[in-house]
């Protein structure tokens, strides 16, 4: 089966959960995902879908502060609206931003902002600061509670550090048949979530210093919707002199973004990552130091 084929019937089977999830839980929460899964189900193949970025920090929470006085804030919202130009080129996507200016915005607004949207992806944009120094690169992020390594466990413990949330409230609601369903609709979203990130390494691979091991996770408050597949994604990291370096440069933000909206565009498309549509709107930047 073709891969967009694939992609189709993950759509169709997470509205059918959705729909008994409506039914078993009756919250609006879920009724707006059960919306959102069954118009993905029945809409033309040129639907537009809702795509959310989350430029991290903001306002008063200024994030990483390099050497050179670069603030993390001002780079990634610089960073999330060259995706967003890169990606309005394509009809299929409404692109929206968690905040299109210097505010600050809590982690818990971030994602329900995406779930109230009725977000199809979301994709929290930082280049923060990195205990080991000497490491850099950009790396990828999914939710989980054990962290894979201590790297991911720090950064999550700085971004978690903006806000103090609990997430998403399940208190009350048992392990009934709901709490059955609504793990199935939590597993689909893993899944969702591990293929964009898997899917932004590659579309990095040989046009953007990679960290070592590109792929982790941890417990990224920002990332706690159950419903919307979602990473975090570490351009790089101010505390490190290069990585700093190249941030400041307007050319290595637009290749970054580039990076990530041929990723965007090919989780919804299944088209190759080099392919020539992709390298037309997304511009041909390969090299990287």
């Given at each position: ?33 059960a919306a959102r899964r069954s118009a993905a189900a029945d809409a033309p193949d040129r639907q537009r879908w809702t795509v959310v970025l989350d430029p991290g ?154 960290l070592s091991k590109p792929q982790r996770s941890a417990d990224f408050a920002v990332l706690r919707a159950p419903d919307v597949p979602s990473v975090l994604v ?20 637009k290749r970054l973004a580039a990076v990530l909206a041929r990723a965007i565009a090919q989780y919804f498309s299944g088209a190759p990552a080099a392919g020539k ?13």
């Amino acid at each position: 089966m073709p891969e967009f084929c694939k992609n189709r019937a993950r759509v169709q089977l997470g509205g059918a959960l959705a729909g008994m999830l409506v039914a078993a839980l009756a919250t609006p929460a879920m009724s707006q995902e059960a919306a959102r899964r069954s118009a993905a189900a029945d809409a033309p193949d040129r639907q537009r879908w809702t795509v959310v970025l989350d430029p991290g920090h903001g306002g008063i929470d200024k994030g990483a502060v390099g050497s050179t006085g670069l603030e993390e804030k001002a780079v990634v919202l610089s960073i999330a609206r060259v995706v967003r130009r890169f990606l309005v080129r394509d009809s299929r996507f409404r692109i929206l931003l968690t905040r299109n200016g210097d505010r600050y915005v809590r982690l818990q607004e971030r994602y329900e902002f995406a779930r109230r949207h009725r977000a199809a992806l979301f994709v929290s944009i930082h280049a923060d600061a990195n205990p080991f120094v000497g490491q850099r690169g950009l790396s990828v992020h999914t939710l989980s509670a054990r962290a894979s390594d201590r790297l991911a466990a720090r950064l999550a413990e700085r971004v978690n550090r903006s806000d103090a949330i609990a997430g998403v409230d399940l208190r009350g609601s048992g392990r009934s048949v709901s709490a059955i369903l609504l793990d199935l609709v939590r597993r689909e979203t893993r899944a969702g979530s591990a293929r964009i990130s898997s899917l932004i390494v590659r579309s990095a691979r040989d046009r953007v210093r990679l960290l070592s091991k590109p792929q982790r996770s941890a417990d990224f408050a920002v990332l706690r919707a159950p419903d919307v597949p979602s990473v975090l994604v570490e351009l790089g990291f101010l505390t490190n002199a290069q990585d700093e370096e190249l941030l400041r440069t307007m050319t290595y933000r637009k290749r970054l973004a580039a990076v990530l909206a041929r990723a965007i565009a090919q989780y919804f498309s299944g088209a190759p990552a080099a392919g020539k549509a992709g390298n037309r709107v997304f511009g041909a930047e390969n090299s990287r130091r």
